[in-house]
């Protein structure tokens, strides 16, 4: 998710939630996620040598912001590191 600020905030998605409500004769619906976040500011960086944005999934964001509407986020994947540097086994690197 982009924050204000343009800042890309990062996180793991715990439930869907869709909300119905009626309203003027008509059904309507939203969709929220409820989301575990990763510390964006001791927890995001970027690698240096392949320009690869990298999350420490050991760190969490300690405030408690945990829904996001469907329309607010693009979906990534999260990979670990394949080899064996003992100083990137808390990272995962973040593919959009």
Not at 10 to 36: A, M, S
Not at 73 to 95: A, N
Request: net charge negative; glycine share 4%.
């Amino acid at each position: 998710m982009k924050a204000i600020d343009g800042k890309e905030n990062y996180d793991i998605l715990q439930d869907v939630i869709e909300l119905y409500y009626v309203k003027d004769h008509g059904t309507y619906f939203t969709t929220l996620f409820k989301c575990d976040w990763f510390d964006s500011i001791n927890g995001v960086s970027m690698h240096d040598t392949h320009k690869l944005m990298d999350v420490n999934h050991t760190k969490r964001y300690p405030k408690y912001d945990l829904f996001v509407l469907i329309s607010q986020v693009t979906p990534v994947c999260f990979m670990s590191y394949p080899m064996q540097d003992i100083g990137r086994k808390d990272w995962w690197i973040v593919l959009k």
